[in-house]
Nanobody
Framework: QVQLVESGGGSVQPGGSLRLSCAAS????????MGWYRQAPEKERELVVE???????NYADSVKDRFTWSRDNAKRTVDLQMNSLTPEDTAVYYC??????????????WGQGTQVTVSS
């Protein structure tokens, strides 16, 4: 069974930093894209960054120059380093992976979500 386990998050003052990590476990053929989405209260879930297996990233303009990311295919992990955080970054952050399993098609899996709160 495929699982995405997130760690990190928490509360920080504006201008602070937080790091999120996500690890995929289970038996599957490959991970296609892997990344992060977020959902603020009363808003739609939105893309933060999604990284293809080759390393090409698709990301939101709002996080450019503030967030950095890395993906380790061997470890099946993706990390998100968030700097210069603002209250607008407050949201539940979800790890997402598109995974090809044995005998199955490509399926989107989601982590349980981790809260990030930016407040003075």
């Amino acid at each position: 069974q495929v699982q995405l386990v997130e760690s990190g998050g928490g509360s920080v003052q504006p201008g602070g930093s937080l790091r999120l990590s996500c690890a995929a476990s289970g038996s599957f053929l490959r991970i296609n894209t892997m990344g992060w989405y977020r959902q603020a209260p009363e808003k739609e879930r939105e893309l933060v960054v999604e990284i293809a297996s080759g390393g090409v990233a698709n990301y939101a303009d709002s996080v450019k120059d503030r967030f950095t990311w890395s993906r380790d295919n061997a470890k099946r992990t993706v990390d998100l380093q968030m700097n210069s955080l603002t209250p607008e970054d407050t949201a539940v952050y979800y790890c997402k992976a598109n995974i090809k399993s044995y005998g199955r098609g490509e399926i989107d899996y989601w982590g349980q979500g981790t809260q990030v709160t930016v407040s003075s």
